[in-house]
């Protein structure tokens, strides 16, 4: 009954069960989960188990059930009892699973996604770049509790290693079987109804795929376009122009594929990564994860890989890769983003479905068929899970990786880590119990938020009193304050009328530029001595202090802000804002900027925080959306100096990354080598829980309606209407490769 930001802390993570090391069980799990079962078992009865409630003083009957299992694609294998290689290893596809052996690479893919596309869509006929085949199959059907019960009701193991134990044989074929035991799992009795019982963990799936595109773009390992995976190519006669051409000393020569990065490219997208700096709290430095010299990504961990893969990706791949491959990368990766989110709308799903389709087809027209690993085809499968079980952060690997790794740092006895673990978390176990009855003591499960304290407003750094700012810049930042008050809006249209009574004939630019001039002093003047009206209204007429507090960083409403100056010094980029304002015509539009100073106006007890920014110009192309949806400034085109103060309360946090495909070419006349634009990205920001905000809070944004980038168009028909959308034209930076000759030593046979 916990809320959604509560529910995957470490607080209410349990650990019922640890096995003894040094290896783990694998299939005989089960042997280990006898007692956790017994207890689920007693829990689930009519009866539960009787327990007192503290709170209400009385006693209760507990009931409880497994929901769902959480694992990595390993351990999902050994609980739920599938197999997770060869052939039939997909989860929900099950015996329907579309799988290929490949004999180079040895190793099993799966394929064949054009099946899971609406049975109207035009690829379905078209087999042009399908073995000239068109896709008559419906997508596999849906299995059930009761269903899957039915395939692994017979199914009989004997648990152990060696001797009298007696695992599943393998099929007439040869293959490993789908199912190599029937799960202790099953004997509770309300397994059968649950729709999906085993998750896919989005988090691993995430870095897997992170891995494979990187991998196949060259910048990361040793690369995964190799002398084998063309080989696949020439073993199924497809894609002639790929395959391996044989050279001398043994060397083949691999021609550009349509993914392949040319050295210009790589220095580009390396550059753009090398030059990110993102708002605090948001990420690890990506600048630590990079290999310049190389032009390689290195030591990649799961949440590099799901910030690259829903946020930077698609950005850092801005002018480089042929447009159509482009897009359907960007595509994924704005998939990823949306089903990332903390809420997801319903209704949203069924697009959601048919973008990930749209993606893996279009990847099978691009990329060889060793890309199409599991983790990839599951893909296919994520938005039914989502459907069924919520959005996604309540049913991935990240908090118990988390939980994993305070766990590991109990052991100081490396001989005895077992024993170190129970020891740690049953002493944590027995503090938090007594934090619960001590009102001074924090939590040690929750962990407190950096903003607590700081929504309203709070000066972090650089800290200066200022006493000889010009008299105009501190009338233009009390004239914002006034404007964004609801006490003094019934003046500011009172004194907007007097003006353009006093004054007729004027043209309304000149009434607005006399009423911002002279407002301040009007209501000054007319509420001065007026003891009926409220406090605060009093306090904001006599206007504010000349003496302005000045600060280097602020944090307020959940994010933390610095000066430009300040950016500058620091490895984190927090200065970019933006604003959303309603215009006359009543649409809604956005500025974006850069905090030049922050300043805390002081009017008598209220202090009100404001930034002082340099905005770009919405006008004459200072801020555009391209077919990607991302949101493109030029801060070369600056505007609206006449109005540079706001509510710092009222702006949300945003940075900027370098738009590569901006940069003058090389034989342009201009010195100056730098992009002309950036690409605005939306900043980090985590109030749920922080000051008692909930997601039913006024100040809580539930969805988010400004995506970093999105994708319309299906990239898998206009690949389609291409020749060889798997070739590269636009560069011949080819791979020469040697086939590896591995020497295995002979024993030595006496004569």
């Given at each position: 009954?916990?809320?959604?930001?509560?529910?995957?802390?470490?607080?209410?993570?349990?650990?019922p069960?640890?096995?003894?090391?040094?290896k783990?069980?694998?299939?005989?799990?089960?042997?280990?989960?006898?007692?956790l079962?017994?207890?689920?078992?007693?829990?689930?009865k009519?009866?539960?188990?009787?327990?007192?409630?503290?709170?209400?003083?009385?006693?209760?009957?507990?009931?409880a059930?497994?929901f769902?299992?959480i694992?990595?694609?390993?351990?999902?294998?050994n609980?739920?009892?599938?197999?997770?290689?060869?052939?039939?290893?997909?989860?929900?596809?099950?015996?329907?699973?579309?799988?290929?052996?490949?004999?180079?690479?040895?190793?099993?893919?799966?394929?064949?996604?054009?099946?899971?596309?609406p049975?109207?869509?035009?690829?379905?006929?078209?087999?042009?770049?399908?073995?000239?085949?068109?896709?008559?199959?419906?997508?596999?059907?849906?299995r059930?509790?009761?269903?899957?019960?039915?395939?692994?009701?017979?199914?009989?193991?004997?648990?152990?290693?060696?001797?009298?134990?007696q695992?599943?044989?393998?099929?007439?074929?040869?293959?490993?079987?789908?199912?190599k035991?029937?799960?202790?799992?099953?004997?509770l009795?309300?397994?059968?109804?649950?729709?999906v019982?085993?998750?896919?963990?989005?988090?691993?799936?995430?870095?897997?795929?992170?891995?494979?595109?990187?991998?196949?773009?060259?910048?990361?390992?040793?690369?995964?376009?190799?002398?084998?995976?063309?080989?696949?190519l020439?073993?199924?006669?497809?894609?002639?122009?790929?395959?391996?051409?044989?050279?001398?000393?043994?060397?083949?020569?691999?021609?550009?594929?349509?993914?392949?990065?040319?050295k210009?490219?790589?220095?580009?997208?390396?550059?753009?990564?090398?030059?990110?700096?993102?708002?605090?709290?948001?990420?690890?430095n990506?600048?630590?994860?990079?290999?310049?010299?190389?032009?390689?990504?290195?030591?990649?961990?799961?949440?590099?890989?799901?910030?690259?893969?829903?946020?930077?990706?698609?950005?850092?791949?801005?002018?480089?890769?042929?447009e159509?491959?482009?897009?359907?990368?960007?595509?994924?990766?704005?998939?990823?983003?949306?089903?990332?989110?903390?809420?997801?709308?319903?209704?949203?799903?069924?697009?959601?479905?048919?973008d990930?389709?749209?993606?893996?087809?279009?990847?099978?027209?691009?990329?060889?068929?060793?890309?199409?690993?599991?983790?990839?085809?599951?893909l296919?499968?994520?938005?039914?899970?989502?459907?069924?079980?919520?959005?996604?952060?309540?049913?991935?690997?990240?908090?118990?990786?988390?939980?994993?790794?305070?766990?590991?740092?109990?052991?100081?006895?490396?001989?005895?880590?077992?024993?170190?673990?129970?020891?740690?978390?049953?002493?944590?176990?027995?503090?938090?119990?007594?934090?619960?009855?001590?009102?001074?003591?924090?939590?040690?499960?929750?962990?407190?938020s950096?903003?607590?304290?700081?929504?309203?407003?709070?000066?972090?750094?650089?800290?200066?009193?200022?006493?000889?700012?010009?008299?105009?810049?501190?009338?233009?930042?009390?004239?914002?304050?006034?404007?964004n008050?609801?006490?003094?809006?019934?003046?500011?249209?009172?004194?907007?009328?007097?003006?353009?009574?006093?004054n007729?004939?004027k043209?309304?630019?000149?009434?607005?530029?006399?009423?911002?001039?002279?407002?301040?002093?009007?209501?000054?003047?007319?509420?001065?001595?007026?003891?009926?009206?409220?406090?605060?209204?009093?306090?904001?007429?006599?206007?504010?202090?000349?003496?302005?507090?000045?600060?280097?960083?602020?944090?307020?409403?959940?994010y933390?802000?610095?000066?430009?100056?300040?950016?500058?010094?620091?490895?984190?980029?927090?200065?970019?804002?933006?604003?959303?304002?309603?215009?006359?015509?009543?649409?809604?539009?956005?500025?974006?900027?850069?905090?030049?100073?922050?300043?805390?106006?002081?009017?008598?007890?209220?202090?009100?925080?404001?930034?002082?920014?340099?905005?770009?110009?919405r006008?004459?192309?200072?801020?555009?959306?391209d077919?990607?949806?991302?949101?493109?400034?030029?801060?070369?085109?600056?505007?609206?100096?006449?109005?540079?103060?706001?509510?710092?309360?009222?702006?949300?946090?945003?940075?900027?990354?370098k738009?590569m495909?901006?940069?003058?070419?090389?034989?342009?006349?201009?010195?100056?080598?730098?992009?002309?634009?950036h690409?605005?990205?939306?900043?980090?920001?985590?109030?749920?829980?922080?000051?008692?905000?909930?997601?039913?809070?006024?100040?809580?944004?539930?969805?988010?309606?400004?995506?970093?980038?999105?994708?319309?168009?299906?990239?898998?028909?206009?690949?389609?209407?291409?020749?060889?959308p798997?070739?590269?034209?636009?560069?011949?930076q080819?791979?020469?490769?040697?086939?590896?000759?591995?020497?295995?030593?002979?024993?030595?046979?006496e004569?």
């Open positions: 009954n916990l809320p959604s930001w509560l529910c995957m802390k470490r607080k209410y993570i349990l650990m069960t640890l096995i003894q090391g040094p783990q069980p694998g299939n005989d799990i089960d042997v280990y989960l006898r007692p079962v017994d207890e689920l078992l007693l829990l689930w009519p009866e539960g188990v009787r327990v007192w409630d503290e709170y209400k003083q009385e006693n209760f009957d507990l009931r059930l497994l769902v299992t694992n990595d694609w390993p351990a999902l294998s609980l739920s009892g599938q197999s997770n290689k060869g052939y039939q290893a997909c989860t929900h596809c099950l015996d329907e699973t579309d799988s290929l052996y490949l004999k180079n690479s040895r190793k099993v893919v799966y394929m064949g996604h054009r099946r899971f596309l049975l109207k869509h035009p690829l379905r006929r078209k087999g042009k770049h399908f073995k000239g085949e068109p896709e008559t199959r419906a997508k596999p059907m849906f059930d509790g009761k269903r899957v019960f039915s395939m692994i009701k017979d199914v009989h193991v004997v648990f152990g290693k060696g001797r009298g134990s695992p599943v044989p393998n099929d007439e074929n040869g293959h490993a079987p789908m199912w035991k029937k799960s202790i799992l099953w004997e009795p309300y397994w059968e109804a649950l729709e019982r085993n998750a896919i963990d989005v988090m691993h799936l995430t870095k897997n795929l992170c891995v494979n595109v990187l991998g196949f773009l060259g910048t990361y390992g040793q690369g995964k376009d190799t002398l084998e995976a063309r080989r696949d020439k073993e199924m006669k497809q894609r002639e122009d790929l395959q391996p051409e044989k050279r001398e000393k043994g060397q083949h020569y691999l021609r550009p594929a349509s993914y392949t990065l040319s210009e490219e790589k220095q580009s997208m390396f550059d753009c990564l090398n030059s990110i700096k993102v708002p605090s709290g948001y990420s690890s990506i600048q630590g994860r990079l290999n310049m010299k190389e032009k390689k990504f290195t030591n990649l961990k799961s949440h590099d890989c799901h910030v690259l893969m829903t946020q930077l990706l698609p950005v850092v791949l801005r002018g480089i890769l042929p159509n491959v482009r897009l359907a990368i960007v595509k994924l990766c704005a998939f990823l983003n949306e089903i990332s989110q903390k809420a997801i709308d319903p209704e949203k799903l069924i697009q959601l479905q048919n990930v389709v749209q993606c893996l087809v279009s990847f099978e027209m691009v990329f060889p068929p060793s890309f199409f690993n599991i983790m990839t085809h599951l296919v499968h994520i938005v039914k899970e989502i459907n069924i079980l919520g959005p996604v952060f309540l049913h991935n690997m990240f908090p118990f990786e988390r939980y994993m790794s305070v766990l590991k740092k109990y052991v100081r006895n490396r001989s005895r880590p077992e024993g170190c673990i129970a020891k740690g978390y049953g002493t944590e176990e027995v503090i938090e119990f007594c934090v619960d009855f001590i009102d001074d003591l924090n939590p040690i499960g929750v962990p407190m950096r903003h607590e304290g700081r929504l309203k407003g709070k000066g972090i750094l650089g800290k200066k009193s200022n006493m000889h700012i010009p008299e105009s810049e501190i009338r233009k930042a009390n004239f914002t304050v006034l404007q008050s609801s006490l003094v809006a019934p003046y500011m249209d009172e004194h907007m009328n007097i003006v353009r009574s006093e007729p004939g043209p309304e630019a000149w009434i607005t530029r006399h009423h911002i001039d002279n407002f301040a002093v009007w209501l000054r003047a007319k509420l001065m001595g007026d003891g009926t009206i409220a406090e605060q209204l009093q306090w904001l007429a006599r206007g504010p202090s000349m003496t302005i507090m000045q600060y280097q960083g602020y944090e307020i409403n959940g933390t802000f610095y000066t430009r100056a300040q950016d500058e010094k620091s490895t984190n980029q927090n200065s970019g804002v933006r604003i959303d304002a309603i215009g006359n015509d009543g649409n809604k539009d956005s500025y974006f900027g850069v905090i030049e100073e922050i300043w805390e106006l002081e009017y008598g007890p209220l202090m009100i925080p404001l930034f002082r920014c340099q905005w770009v110009n006008a004459g192309g200072g801020i555009t959306i077919r990607y949806g991302m949101t493109i400034v030029d801060f070369k085109k600056i505007g609206y100096k006449d109005e540079p103060f706001v509510l710092a309360k009222d702006v949300a946090q945003v940075f900027y990354v738009d495909s901006s940069k003058p070419r090389k034989n342009s006349v201009k010195s100056d080598d730098e992009p002309k634009r690409i605005v990205l939306p900043g980090k920001r985590k109030i749920i829980g922080v000051e008692d905000i909930s997601d039913k809070s006024e100040d809580f944004d539930q969805f988010d309606d400004r995506p970093p980038f999105s994708v319309d168009v299906d990239p898998s028909i206009l690949l389609a209407k291409e020749d060889a798997y070739l590269r034209r636009d560069h011949d080819g791979t020469f490769v040697k086939k590896k000759i591995v020497n295995v030593p002979l024993n030595n046979v004569s």
